[in-house]
């Protein structure tokens, strides 16, 4: 049977009554976990995996899955409405999302950021499908070198387009690596940088160093600005919806461009929140005339959009094909199929094709769900604004402190959103830019560790990043990112000066 | 019990010398906290307990999972040390809890906390990619003598049991080989797969899949005997097939890392023997020797003074390789 054919049997599966509700109950409690900054996806779908024992291994991951695709969609909500961003993926929609809904055009900004959010999760699905042979063994390819080299093109790619002054940019990279290389090193096993602090022994929680920086950094911002909650309160109407969705065929390019970075970093490790960091700052290089991103741009909502989602749902092809989860959540899904008595691995598509195509052919229909059960809540979302400061504002305390709790249930955490809320002042005020120290937040560790590990392979010697023409590229490619934009602009300067000399 | 005041109850967890009730049974939500991330080994083990004391109605309060990995699973040692005494924890770990505390600074010690029971054994192999040259460990052996210091062995984390295992083959045979963490079975059984590395000593279940797909090939187990019977995996070839180390000649009878449950220290006898009780009928239960045989463990039920046994003579020749290897903290 061909993949058309195995996918054709893997509707007959997914198309059950019971299957459909299960994807409803998954997206909605996706979203609620999503809205919810701190309790992200991999909590959520851990806290329903024993809930899942009584159901058959298909229905499980239909499940869990779907609750994946809604806490996604979720995550998305608060970063556009509140700055708060629900899910580490979607920080990057922050940026853009943020401005455009302060400017009045929340609606405008939602309906993007689903639709987007959909159609990568159909071209990542539709990769899936086409390629679920393919890819696990394009995977094996990669050894510490190549995933250095992929955590270097994300870091290149987002340093390359440095808006802000690159000292300050450095400064803020660097305070990110420096955070997080707290805790223990897993290649030497040295415990570092806790000052005896036993609650640093784990590291510094990637979401609870966002809730602070954005979520409180953003609030105190707001107090000092004089009491009134930044956005501002839209008309809701379906009109406004259907229009946006019709304008989206406009930025077909970002939305390809930002499906294949996705697509990239879901079957190579390399994970959605890298994958939307990415494509954004691809998103902004590329961009020539309009005005400036970080205003309200809505290519700054599709490209981040676009790949976060479509790399989530690639991150399922690694974890079956190879039992190599490349996001936090398929890592917990993982963990559920082997309770389930399924072992990832090359031979998982072909002992249990009911399974895997069941669940593929139930991301085609339960991204179709989520899209429309998130349009249907967009006024209620939006409505979100309407509501005055006085009252938002505690709750959105509350919501923090909550939130960073709820990471790992230690009320040192409490602590640590509060300093971080301060920093993320200070920087804001001071036009430090914070993507740069929650990016090298993120991948900082997973470089770190493929670049000793690469070291220890080649004993000691650079050139293993050159030593294969994959790893090469890669690299070159990587290079080329982070130079080319900066030599561009000089080359620019330069001969604008000549005429004056 | 009478007493059903939340504060009361509170008051009581801490009294450890109350006058020895014959039944002890929680009185609170159980909280299972494990030394490891979500979806590692620690976690299915904690979480097919959970399931069974859930479904079989053998703990009839609520049990939340919670997982402490950080710091190679410090982080759950230190919070049951945080909470000594307290009944209501229940913390789930391998042979880390007693290992850990010889190879790093850590503010807790093994005897924070007090053995419960020892429910299973998870073997180690040694495996190859599978079309590598070599075809019993003594091959691989001879490889590493004939290139000391090259050729690359795969692990999950430092100073962990992987490497450990790796460092006493070291010790035995006088080969030398070049040893690579990465951060869990699933991703080194890859890495070997790809060939990125040349051997690696997953656990069964680490290596499962790849097994079944022809890509890795297993060499030899560390157990004193072979491996239960079991279906065929590839090839034709089941567990039962692989050969002990010591039949191939290399002269380590066994290298086990078992699966543990413990409590905080100063936490009432009659809960220890509650807990005890409570497992001895999860590993009587089918769902339990499901798990065994889809991970490829072999089922062991230790406690009281044969746990205490194993546990000091694991202890004492694993530290002996940590102070040949220089990795012991004094």
Known sequence: ?501 | MTLRNIGTVAALALLTALPAAAEWAPERPLEFVVASGAGGGTDNFARTIQSILTKDKIIDRPMVVLNKGGGSGAEAFLYAKQNAGDPHKVIFGTNNVYLLPHIAKLAYKAEDLQPVAALAMDEFLIWVKADAPYQTAGDLIEAAKAEPGKLPFGGSQSKDTDETLVALIEQTTGADFKYVPFNGGGEVGVQLAGGHVVANVNNPNENLGQWQAGAVRPLCVFAPQRMAESEPIHDGKGWHDIPTCKEQGLEIESYQMPRTVWVPAGVPEEAVAFYRDALKQVTDSQEWKDYLGKTSQTGAFLTGEELQTFIANSEAKTVEVFKAEGWSGE
């Open chain 1, 1 to 501: 049977m061909g993949n058309f054919d195995l996918l054709i049997h893997g509707f007959g599966i997914a198309i059950t009554p019971m299957h459909l509700m299960l994807m409803v109950v998954g997206v909605l409690l996706g979203l609620v976990v999503g809205v919810l900054p701190g309790l992200g996806a991999p909590n959520g779908v851990s806290l329903l995996i024993p809930l899942t024992f009584t159901l058959d291994p298909t229905s499980a991951i239909i499940l869990l899955s779907s609750m994946y695709w809604g806490a996604l969609f979720g995550g998305s909500t608060t970063s556009i409405l509140f700055n708060i961003p629900g899910e580490p993926s979607s920080v990057a929609t922050t940026f853009d999302g943020y401005p455009m809904a302060r400017a009045g055009q929340s609606t405008r900004a939602l309906t993007l950021a689903f639709m987007s959010a959909g159609i990568g999760a159909l071209l990542g699905v539709i990769v899936i499908t086409l390629l679920a042979g393919w890819a696990s063994n394009f995977a094996l390819r990669f050894g510490a070198p190549e995933y250095f080299a992929v955590y270097f093109l994300a870091f290149a790619a987002f340093i390359g387009m440095g808006s802000a002054a690159p000292v300050k940019t450095v400064v803020s990279l660097a305070t990110g690596l420096l955070l997080a290389s707290v805790g223990m090193d897993n290649v030497t096993g040295e415990v570092r940088l806790t000052f005896g602090f036993s609650d640093l022994l784990g590291g510094i929680s990637f979401l609870v160093v966002v809730i602070g920086l954005f979520g409180i950094g953003e609030l105190l911002a707001t107090v000092q600005e004089g009491l009134s909650f930044r956005g501002v309160s839209s008309r809701i109407d379906l009109r406004d919806v259907l229009r946006t969705i019709a304008e989206l065929p406009r930025y077909w390019a970002t939305s390809v461009r930002s499906g294949l970075v996705g697509i990239w970093m879901g079957i190579t490790p390399g994970g959605p929140t890298a994958a939307s960091f990415m494509s954004y700052g691809i998103a902004r290089q590329s961009s020539r005339k309009g005005k400036p991103f970080g205003t309200g741009r809505p290519e700054g909502i599709i490209a981040p959009e676009t790949a976060d989602h479509s790399a989530g749902t690639c991150a399922m092809l690694p974890m079956l094909a190879l039992g190599v989860p490349s996001s936090a959540t398929a890592a917990v899904m993982m963990g559920g199929l082997m309770i389930w008595g399924l072992t990832p691995g090359p031979m998982l598509f072909a002992t249990k094709p009911d399974f895997v195509w069941g669940l593929i052919a139930s991301m085609y229909i339960s991204n179709v769900v989520g899209v429309i059960l998130v349009l249907l809540t967009v006024p209620m979302f939006a409505a979100l604004l309407r509501i005055p400061f006085a009252i938002i504002g505690p709750m959105i305390v509350a919501i923090c402190f909550v939130g960073g709790y709820t990471v790992s249930s230690a009320s040192f955490d409490l602590w640590l959103v509060l300093v971080f809320g301060l920093v993320g002042y200070l920087f804001t005020r001071l036009d430090y830019p914070l993507a740069p120290l929650v990016l090298s937040m993120v991948l900082g560790h997973k470089a770190e560790n493929a670049f000793h590990q690469s070291m220890i392979l080649s004993d000691g010697s650079l050139s293993v990043f050159f030593s294969n023409p994959l790893v090469g590229s890669i690299m070159t490619l990587a290079l080329a990112l982070l130079i080319l934009p900066k030599l561009l602009h000089l080359g620019g300067r330069l001969r604008r000066r000549q005429p004056v000399e």
